[in-house]
């Protein structure tokens, strides 16, 4: 019991702060009509979260960033995408109007950005590596992987959870006008986490 309530708590203690990975889900539930339409970015960012929860438990990713270089590059990559994604998230504020004129992601478009968002962030892949994987250090054997089971169980609630919010938001802005704000926030949001990340290679 206790491997399994401290994954819970330690999940939402991480995943709990606005994060790119967070906006991203509950944008995808706001500007959709459906809420099944926002499936592919709530299903990929589970799966990325499963991923690294996993590396994170068995130690795999503590022996890959043992590697300076590696880290380096992870962090100039996820630096530059995350410009862009807050460019991406200025722009389309600009194009909303109404409910039906919404630049809407396709399927296609969302896995790309939400594995983008998800494997391109270092802050989150520090979080996962740092706080995570050093907490699963405490357990061994059937411990670890219920601890790991709670983590990933939180995460897989959590963007069901943030995509129903964004979709019940969207329902009532039937003029694009929060949306539009929504939009414009999430972008500086990003914009200040690509600086936080590319200040921690000085």
């Known amino acids: 019991m206790e491997p399994l309530l401290h994954g819970v708590f330690l999940a939402f203690g991480l995943i709990l702060p606005l994060g790119v990975q967070n906006i991203f889900v509950f944008t995808q539930g706001a500007t959709h009509k459906k809420f099944t339409n926002a499936l592919p970015a709530i299903v990929t960012a589970a799966i990325c979260d499963t991923f690294l929860i996993s590396l994170a438990v068995t130690g795999i990713s503590l022996i890959v960033f043992n590697f300076i270089w590696l880290k380096t590059i992870i962090f100039i990559i996820g630096f530059v995408f995350l410009i862009y994604m807050g460019w991406i998230m200025w722009r389309d504020s600009s ?8 630049n809407q992601f396709s399927p296609k478009k969302q896995i790309t950005f939400a594995t983008s968002v998800s494997l391109l962030n270092p802050h989150a892949i520090m979080d996962t590596i740092g706080v995570i994987g050093t907490s699963s250090l405490t357990y061994s054997g059937p411990d670890k992987w219920l601890f790991a089971l709670a983590c990933i169980a939180i995460s897989w609630l959590w963007f069901l959870a943030l995509a129903i919010t964004g979709r019940k938001i969207g329902q009532l802005d039937t003029n694009g006008k929060y949306l539009r ?16 990340i590319i200040s921690q290679l000085f």
């Open 95 to 102: 194009q909303v109007i109404k409910q039906e004129d919404l």
């Open 181 to 196: 704000y929504i939009n414009q926030f999430s972008a500086i949001i990003i914009w200040i986490m690509a600086i936080y």
